[in-house]
């Protein structure tokens, strides 16, 4: 339990870090958006400002805000307090010579910039110097309410995230317990019926192999023998089926020779095949092991087998192999194939190559047998593929991570 209230936890605390990011993110956008827009109407109302100075060319006739140098034919006229840096004497000797208009942004010796215009009006050169420190000012301060307003969104948004994701996330959570719950409760009660069963097999074929029951033979003992192997089996894939519900359990990875795996797996199929008419081949190729878990790898082989059983006409072949790094399984059949319908999922729960309302055994189909595969196969690093025979039928090819040899 405290580990699914960290899980959530985590999980929440990621959501709402999402969240928040991007809630950031838009209000860079809208903040560099208001920037701009704000940055160019400040530089339009100062050019607005020089173009309603246009007809001025007296420093006394000139607004309070602008500050003016007028070059007359006895000297130079200039506004009082104009300061170091102003005016631009490149801009005036350019247009005392060549004439025109120059419009350009200076920086004065106290580190203020001025908006000038320089050009020539009634004859003379004239340059308004328009002062753009309270602008600047005004941007400053709004750059400054900007990013401060980002942070407090970005640590609003994180914390609602968080609240909400904590509230959304907990009934997932709480199923997700009960589903756990469920599993560990199957689990428990499962084992000791299945150990019972696997005690009294082991017991009578005890008493049989003294001579005790001198009626038996070699088929009951065959039998009991058959009992006691799948009663450990069956105990072993509740076992795996405890691992799987929970992904933070990880069962100790094994060496496992596939094909020896999957010569067991033919063998235990071997009376089912029989009582429907089919011919169940096995072929193994030496050294095709991987490392994994067994009992999952069983419950793939043993799925694959089964499948294939149910939709053979007279023929299910089995081939172990291997091919630069990889082993290969490949259980293949002469039944109908999956269509190109169903090849597409062939792997997802509840697919079924089977017709609506279709039965086996009395009971409905519902497809899970290659789902597990696709689940098993994906826990060990490996691949999986149905394809259609080009003689007809299916093939399933699984495809794992050969295990390195024991010297390396």
């Known amino acids: 339990m405290k580990a699914d209230l960290r899980e959530l936890r985590t999980a929440s605390a990621r959501l709402a870090l999402q969240f928040a990011g991007i809630i950031l993110a838009l209000f860079v956008v809208l903040g560099g958006v208001v920037y701009i827009v704000v940055s160019t109407g400040q530089t ?5 400002a020089l173009a309603d100075a246009s007809q001025v060319d007296s420093v006394h006739d000139a607004p309070h805000d602008l500050l003016i140098t007028v070059l007359l034919p006895q000297g130079r006229d200039v506004s009082p307090n104009l300061p170091p840096g102003l005016p631009d004497e490149r801009a005036l000797q350019e247009v005392a010579q060549n004439g025109g208009s120059i419009t350009e942004t200076v920086v004065a010796a106290d580190g203020k910039s001025y908006l000038t215009q320089t050009d020539v009006r009634r004859g003379k050169v004239v340059q308004i110097s328009y002062g753009l420190a309270e602008q600047q000012e005004e941007m400053g301060r709004l750059l400054t309410a900007l990013v401060i307003s980002g942070v407090i969104a970005t640590v609003a948004a994180a914390l609602v995230g ?25 689990g428990h009660e499962l084992r000791t019926p299945l150990t019972l069963l696997s005690t009294r097999a082991q017991l009578l074929r005890r008493r ?18 058959e009992i006691v192997d799948d ?17 933070r359990q990880n069962a100790e990875p094994e060496r496992v020779d596939i094909g020896e795996l999957a010569g067991v ?5 071997e009376g089912r095949a029989h009582e429907r008419g089919i011919v ?7 050294g095709a092991v991987v490392t994994g878990a067994p009992v999952s790898l069983r419950r793939m082989i043993v799925a694959l087998v089964d499948n294939a059983l149910d939709h053979a006409a007279s023929q299910v072949a089995v081939d172990v192999s291997t091919d630069r790094g990889d082993v290969l399984l490949t259980v ?9 319908d169903l090849r597409g999922s062939a792997f997802d729960r509840f697919a079924s190559a ?4 279709a039965t086996a055994g009395g009971e409905r189909h519902y497809g899970l047998g290659l789902a597990l595969v696709a689940e098993v196969v994906d826990r060990h690093g490996g691949r999986v593929t149905a394809a259609d025979r080009p003689t007809g039928g299916a093939r399933v090819t699984v495809t794992l991570p050969e295990a390195p040899s024991r010297g390396t």
């Open 265 to 269: 797996v033919a063998r235990s199929a």
């Open 162 to 186: 968080l609240l909400l994701a904590r509230r959304s996330m907990r009934p997932m959570s709480e199923a997700l317990a009960l589903q756990r719950r469920f599993v560990a409760d199957a």
């Open 231 to 247: 009663s450990r089996a069956l105990t072993e894939i509740v076992e795996d089926l405890l691992t799987a519900a929970d992904p």
């Open 332 to 340: 293949s059949d002469d039944g109908p194939g999956f269509g190109d």
């Open 354 to 357: 089977r017709a609506e309302g």
């Open 208 to 225: 049989l192999s003294r001579g005790v029951d001198a009626t038996a033979d070699d088929d009951v003992r065959s039998g009991l023998d």
């Open 280 to 286: 169940l081949t096995t072929t193994a190729a030496p």
């Open 44 to 48: 339009e109302a100062a050019k607005r």
